[in-house]
């Protein structure tokens, strides 16, 4: 593992011998202790301490400097919270939010010098090559195609787009109409367990994926804060992301099939007429059927106390991964996450902010398709919106529609 | 904790106040590490005994000996396991397996004189009141209502019918009619884990369960050796039982509806023609709707290697189980185990097979209904066989029968 890397894309494939027994098994520390059911934050948010976690040293593509625009300072402040303003090849030319004050600490935080009282405003600036889009959800899918059609990158947070399978057909047309790039910002994909079942997925080290399960369990009490309520009473499975993307985000594929079951819930905000989208559901536990012919439960639930957590599994027909690979395949490849650019930090949802920027980045400067591109952010974000009509069916079968590049 | 019983099955249900912060939260201790070296990762995959004595707290309730049939001791060998030779209420009258050789050994294992060639033959000796069924699950039906018809109190091996919705409920009538005791000997049921869950759902501790999940994963490269080849090729969800406990078990409740997938294996035995099941499954997933109209996740697979567990955990509307309780329950009863006889081992499968027994003993002499009854058996069992119906129709939702 000492390995000098040339390139870190491609040694990342490439299979390092591990000698001795028993090293089929190759452990990743326990991520995140969610201890009791009391916190306001979102679950997964935790910031890692700064351990450099992997023994890799980022090499610099380029000296360019991108230059970025970013929009959306709300409760999570996600637009200062994945280091562009740390980025060695980003300059942050500008800042918004609709909110004055929200604006003004926005550009305090990233220290950035110009604002705009808007994301129309801000994409209007021709001096910006990319944008990252951290809006509330409903508003993602019209703001980056806003950020498209104004030639800019765009980077956004999850989910892609909103309950909307109409939005997400135009913003893949206008990604691929643009021939700009296009990332979904999911955290799960960077976290360490999923990461290293990515590698182990393409070196063969599971064969087919028999059956795999994410859950994303968040209790609280009240929703938490949201840009004109957003997230009251929202159909847990149009945030599905986090879940998602341990299938999607592990092999690039996709989910063609569900059956999910909803149970009303006992909350306020859930009873009827008590929200904005007819939905009854707190919990909604979906199974999939996948494009390699397995299955996958993909869970959320925000009305169950206790446990909260992120987190996800794998079976296939070569082995499993519960945090940790045990299995058929005893040469198995590097499974440490990407170096990180000096001053960046890792940062929250378990380290993996500072590696999406890095990515993102690194996409523009190197001029290739990004992590989670629009394709693999869409079959990981309409999953879960077509779960919820099959919930509020009882559970009947439905079909998914596909996204492919 | 330290409450002096005198009715162990009373005092389970009462609360015991526990003082401080964050007692909510009664941690099992991590055991039984599945698959070689390593342990689990997944929570809920760990039990062992929280008690330091399992016989401490015993009373014993009689004095009376039961007289016990014990029939089958094939690859498990669990004729011998349970531990009826050591309950001091048990008295083992006679001993049976088809092959003599495997007749002889457990007569000698259950310090046992007399032996007979089969269940037919030992379900005729008048002397014995109770029979323990340990033969190839295809058969558990016919045998169980074999020996309620010879009048004699029945326990069984799980499965308590092996793909047949028809043979269950024939054993469900033979059971009404008789009168007699009927248990299953589901082990999830008495693992340290599950048992807790029961007795916090039965409080109030979960509210209704919105989602619970189990799991019986056992990946073996050729099928474990079994009486006719009954494991070869069989379809995963006929085999349900230890992971549906993780709701059945836990609520007494039941299973209305079924979605499951299956993966067509591309293991030998699951090639067209290569099993007498017509099976081509050894993973099938099942989402379930529960009667209280939630939802749970049950997994069967046996051709995915790595991590190989019985476990499950609950999520409720007060509180959830993964390896311990976390939720808005403060006070929690008693979550122990009850007691054993003294010289009576916990056993195999998490500890659970002397408590089982012991479960069976009692309920014959108390004259009260066994722990896993009649009802709970089927629909712990039935809702699989409609399960693998809804694999081989790729998901189709499918009704469960009631019990």
């Excluded at chain 1, 990342?12 to 089929?24: C, L, N, Y």
């Excluded at chain 2, 002889?104 to 007979?116: D, G, I, P």
């Excluded at chain 2, 999520?315 to 006070?331: A, I, V």
Aim: net charge neutral; with cysteine; proline share 7%.
């Amino acid at each position: 593992m000492n390995k000098k890397e040339n390139s870190k894309l491609s040694s990342r494939r490439k299979f390092i011998g591990m000698a001795g027994a028993g090293i089929a098994t190759m452990s990743i520390a326990p991520r995140i202790a969610f201890g009791a059911t009391k916190h306001d934050m979102i679950t997964g948010f935790d910031k890692v301490p700064e351990i450099q976690d992997t023994p890799k040293v980022w090499v610099p593509v380029s000296d360019r400097k991108i230059r970025v625009g970013l929009v959306g300072y709300g409760y999570s402040r996600f637009s200062a919270a994945f280091g562009f303003q740390d980025h060695p090849n980003v300059e942050v030319v500008a800042v918004s939010d609709i909110i004055p004050e929200r604006c003004a600490a926005l550009a305090k935080a990233t220290r950035c010098n110009k604002t705009y009282p808007s994301l129309e405003e801000l994409v209007k600036d021709k001096s910006i090559e990319a944008v990252m889009i951290s809006t509330d959800p409903p508003g993602h899918a019209k703001h980056c195609i806003d950020a498209l059609r104004h030639g800019k990158h765009v980077a956004v947070n999850v989910p892609a787009v909103y309950g909307s399978l109409e939005d997400a057909d135009k913003l893949f047309e206008e990604v691929k109409k643009s021939g700009l790039k296009y990332m979904m910002f999911e955290t799960s994909c960077y976290y360490e367990d999923l990461y290293a079942m990515r590698q182990i997925y393409k070196a063969g080290g599971f064969g087919k994926v028999v059956y795999s399960e994410g859950e994303y369990w968040h209790y609280s009490e009240k929703p938490l804060p949201s840009y004109n309520g957003w997230r009251e009473g929202g159909p847990p499975q149009w945030y599905c992301t986090h879940s998602d993307a341990y299938y999607i985000g592990v092999t690039d594929g996709s989910f063609t099939e569900v059956s999910c079951m909803g149970m009303p819930s006992i909350k306020e905000i859930h009873q009827p007429g008590k929200n904005r989208y007819n939905n009854p559901f707190s919990t909604e536990i979906s199974l999939y059927r996948t494009i390699e012919g397995g299955m996958s439960r993909m869970a959320r639930s925000g009305d169950t106390p206790g446990h909260d957590r992120v987190v996800g599994r794998i079976r296939g027909l070569k082995g499993s991964f519960y945090e940790k690979y045990e299995g058929l395949e005893k040469n198995l490849p590097d499974l440490t996450r990407p170096p990180l650019p000096p001053g960046v930090e890792a940062g929250g949802h378990s380290g993996s902010h500072g590696r999406l920027t890095d990515e993102f980045v690194s996409s523009i400067l190197q001029d290739r398709k990004p992590l989670v591109d629009i394709a693999t952010a869409l079959n990981m974000t309409v999953g879960g919106i077509v779960a919820h009509q099959s919930a509020l069916k009882d559970g009947e079968l439905m079909k998914i529609p596909q996204y492919k590049l | 904790m330290n409450k002096e019983r005198t009715n162990q099955l009373s005092s389970r249900r009462k609360f015991i106040s526990m003082a401080g912060t964050g007692a909510a939260a009664m941690a099992m201790t991590p055991g039984f590490a599945f698959s070689g070296a390593h342990q689990s990762a997944i929570e809920g995959a760990r039990d062992t005994l929280i008690q330091q004595d399992p016989s401490k707290g015993w009373v014993p309730v009689s004095d009376r000996k039961i007289r016990v049939g014990i029939v089958g001791y094939g690859h498990s060998r669990f004729g011998a396991s349970f531990g009826f030779q050591n309950h001091p209420n048990v008295e083992i009258v006679a001993v049976s397996d088809l092959l003599p050789d495997r007749c002889a050994e457990l007569a000698k294992v259950t310090n046992c004189k007399k032996t007979y060639p089969s269940l037919e033959e030992l379900v005729k000796d008048k002397s014995i009141e109770a029979v323990f069924v340990a033969t190839d699950p295809p058969n558990h039906p016919k045998h169980c209502i074999e020996v309620l018809k010879h009048g004699k109190h029945a326990a069984t091996a799980v499965p308590v019918t092996y793909g047949s919705i028809e043979e269950g409920e024939q054993l469900l009538e033979e059971v009404k009619r008789s009168g007699l005791k009927f248990m299953m000997f589901e082990t999830s049921c008495f693992r340290a884990d599950l048992y807790a869950m029961r007795l916090i759902y039965e409080v109030g501790g979960f509210g209704k369960i919105v989602y619970s999940e189990g799991e019986y994963y056992h990946y073996g490269e050729k099928p474990l050796p079994s009486y006719n080849g009954w494991r070869n090729g069989s379809p995963p969800q006929w085999y349900p039982t230890h992971s549906n406990a993780y709701y059945i078990g836990v609520t007494g409740g039941t299973y209305t509806e079924v979605s499951c997938y299956g993966m067509k294996s591309d293991r030998e035995i699951y090639k067209p023609g290569n099993n007498r099941y017509n099976n081509i499954f050894s993973t099938e997933i099942a989402l379930f709707r529960t009667s209280e109209g939630g939802m749970s996740r049950m997994a069967r697979s046996g051709d995915t290697p790595g991590f190989g567990a019985e476990a499950g955990r609950v999520r409720g509307q007060k509180g959830s189980f993964y390896g311990k309780y976390e939720g808005l329950e403060k006070n929690l009863p008693d979550l122990n185990r009850p007691p054993l006889p003294p010289g009576v081992p916990p056993g195999g499968h998490g500890g659970s097979h002397g408590p089982l027994m012991n479960e069976f003993v009692l309920s014959i002499i108390q004259d009260r209904k066994p722990l896993v009854d009649i009802v709970a058996s089927l629909n712990m069992t039935v809702p699989g066989i409609v399960a693998h119906q809804s694999a081989m129709k790729d998901g189709e939702l499918m009704k469960i029968p009631q019990y």
